[in-house]
């Protein structure tokens, strides 16, 4: 069992849509939890960050972290064709090591 | 980009042969790190460097190498010895108390 597990898709949704983008983890000494956007053939970009359990929002998105589920969950929401990318799931662990997700790529129809 | 520059962006080697992947940033971080990406399997650690002239094998290290004269600059040798180089390869440097990651634009590399 890997780590980190994450859908890769794709996810393919109407423009306006909520979207919900998920990742689950199994060691529970994991501490921070971030989420990137990568558009095609291009670097990661750092969307959120979060520590603790509970909401955390920015703009049309929000990240939310179960840590009794070891469960991390992004939403978008009122989703833009420029929204489409492929959104990775990070998770720190102690040493500040970072675990990924394989990545969940998402396409918005307009 | 935010301050770290990949070259280049797209790079062919031949069978046998070593090519090196280039990495600066002008944003005087101390850490930088090597990650390879294949599709759906998210990334994977190469190498890091914390500081200069010291580095540490990641999770593939095997047929890499990699150099840490600078704190600008951390390049990556792919060697004869990786069988399956084709990836798309990412740098990035860390930043602040939290060891926030920040990525560069990557190298694709294939074989010839």
């Known amino acids: 069992q890997k780590e980190v597990e994450q859908d890769p898709g794709p996810l393919s949704v109407p423009e306006g849509a909520i979207v919900s983008l998920n990742c689950t983890y199994s060691n529970s000494a994991f501490q921070y939890f971030m989420w990137y956007r990568q558009y095609s053939r291009k670097g990661p970009e750092l969307l959120m960050y979060?520590?603790s359990s509970g909401n955390k929002e920015d703009g049309r998105f929000t990240a939310q972290v179960d840590k009794s589920s070891k469960y991390i969950s992004l939403f978008i929401r009122d989703s833009q064709p420029s929204d489409s990318a492929t959104y990775l799931c990070?998770?720190?662990?102690?040493?500040?090591?970072?675990?990924w997700g394989a990545g969940t790529k998402l396409i918005i129809k307009p | 980009d935010g301050g770290i520059t990949q070259s280049p962006k797209y790079l062919f080697r031949k069978e046998g042969q070593n090519v090196t992947l280039s990495c600066e940033q002008n944003?005087?971080?101390?850490?930088m790190y090597w990650y390879r990406q294949d599709p759906g399997q998210g990334l994977r650690l190469i190498y890091y460097s914390q500081i200069v002239n010291d580095f540490q094998k990641g999770d593939i290290a095997e047929g890499y190498s990699v150099s840490r004269e600078k704190k600008e600059s951390f390049p990556l040798t792919v060697t004869s010895a990786q069988k399956n180089p084709t990836a798309f390869y990412l740098c990035?440097?860390?930043?602040?108390?939290?060891?926030?990651?920040?990525f560069g634009a990557g190298t694709r590399l294939s074989v010839l």
């Open positions: 990070a998770i720190m662990m102690s040493n500040y090591q970072l675990i």
């Open positions: 944003l005087n971080h101390d850490a």
């Open positions: 990035a440097t860390t930043a602040g108390s939290k060891n926030i990651q920040y």
């Open positions: 979060t520590y």
